[in-house]
């Protein structure tokens, strides 16, 4: 009962069963499945084959020696897909080894999670935003190593010793729900492991507009139903997987133990992913058949201000809310200079241990990442939107 993440398909299943829902519903799970998800995993799993070799104790070691170009090195592995590279350089930070300029780039450029579903569904905007924020968040960051290098007031050995306690009771925690965590997290592998290939190749089908259910020698009805059978097992084992009934747990990715096997890693941020997705797309439809409000034509509607709220959301810690925005994006309800003002204000779950550990330094980035987002995202609303 302390686990809000099962909120999410116990909902589903109720709208499965209303007959007024269930069309609507099925058809939402189906394109969340074969339109995202297949797409997001075989990002996903390249991307981490890539780079969960990179130790982040080398990276830290390589920003100590050459302080030249931390900050550049900094907003690079921001813009980076996924949280890693975000997180790497906060906690760096709070070992006294990185400058608060960095810690300021790094939350400028990071789109966290949010950036393999735009990279998988319009791959041209995906790798603009990150240009861009790679670019502003290493301007920001200079800019701040300038005027105001933020260092928190406990010296470094208290620092590293908080960061070590931190450690330890995420630790602890983890040991205390490792049995039941472990099995979810394997039962989630394989699942992806089988289903991901022919997912995959029943989504490149979709997106040609290729009759797939006549070449499988089924009725499209019945291709859809697979489709949100799947998307249902997925975000089930997602929602298991949650061990506590915190907003961190409902937001951010879930961590695995280290080393980190891609498999594991990809299937549990392709469950996050497609979950926030589900929430996005089940937003417009039911909104649409309950209440009769077009979620889109209202954003649209808002003009100027759309970009502020894409912003404000940006504030918020942890992948999901901009996962959220995002959708929204990728179905025209929202306008790209929102998504541009989004993805600089997003911090990502870099921000969570930023918190932690130094509160008033998170507080700063945070606002420092506010200028350059509301910069941006308004220029290139009056300058081509407007």
């Known amino acids: 009962m302390l686990n809000k993440r099962l909120f999410l398909p116990a909902f589903v299943v109720v709208l499965l069963v209303y007959s007024f829902t269930q069309e609507a519903t099925i058809a939402v799970l189906s394109d969340a499945y074969f339109q995202v998800a297949a797409f997001v995993y075989a990002s996903l799993s390249i991307y981490y084959i890539a780079t969960l070799k990179v130790s982040a104790e080398a990276i830290g070691d390589f920003m100590r020696k050459h302080p030249f170009y931390e900050v550049g090195l900094a ?22 080894v990185t400058s608060f300029g960095a810690v300021v780039a790094v939350l400028t450029s990071t789109m966290g999670d949010a950036a393999f579903l735009l990279l998988a569904q319009a791959p041209f905007d995906g790798l603009t935003v990150m240009g861009v924020g790679m670019v502003v968040g290493t301007l920001t960051g200079v800019i701040v190593n300038r005027f105001h290098n933020y260092q928190p007031p406990s010296s470094t050995n208290a620092l590293a010793s908080a960061s070590d306690n931190e450690r330890r009771n995420t630790d602890d925690s983890d040991q205390t729900q490792s049995t039941a965590s472990s099995s979810i997290d394997k039962l989630s592998t394989y699942f ?11 989504a490149l089908g979709l997106s040609f507009q290729s009759p797939v259910h006549e070449y499988l020698g089924i009725t499209e009805p019945t291709l859809q139903l697979i489709g949100a059978v799947l998307c249902l097992s997925a975000i089930t084992l997602w929602s298991l997987n949650g061990g506590s009934a915190g907003y961190a747990s409902l937001t951010k990715e879930d961590a695995i133990t280290p080393p ?37 034509a209202t954003l649209t509607s808002m003009g100027a201000s759309v970009v502020g709220l894409a912003i404000l959301v940006g504030f918020l810690p942890g992948c999901g809310p901009q996962i959220l925005v995002t959708s929204l994006y990728l179905n025209g309800a929202v306008p790209f200079s929102a998504q541009l003002g989004n993805a600089i204000s997003n911090d990502g779950d870099a921000l969570f241990p930023a918190i932690a550990l130094s509160p008033k330094a998170a507080i700063l980035a945070t606002v420092y990442s506010a200028v350059p987002a509301i910069a941006v995202g308004y220029g290139y609303y009056f300058l081509f939107e407007r």
Do not use: N
């Open 75 to 96: 907003s690079f592995l921001g813009a980076l897909p996924g949280c890693g590279g975000a997180i790497i350089v906060v906690t760096q930070y709070t070992r006294g």
């Open 192 to 202: 992806w492991l089988i289903v991901a290939l022919p997912s995959l190749g029943i």
């Open 260 to 296: 980190p096997r891609w498999q594991s890693k990809a299937a549990l941020d392709t469950q996050f992913v497609l979950a926030w997705v589900v929430v996005a797309f089940l937003l417009f439809e039911l909104s649409i058949l309950w209440f009769g409000l077009d979620i889109g």
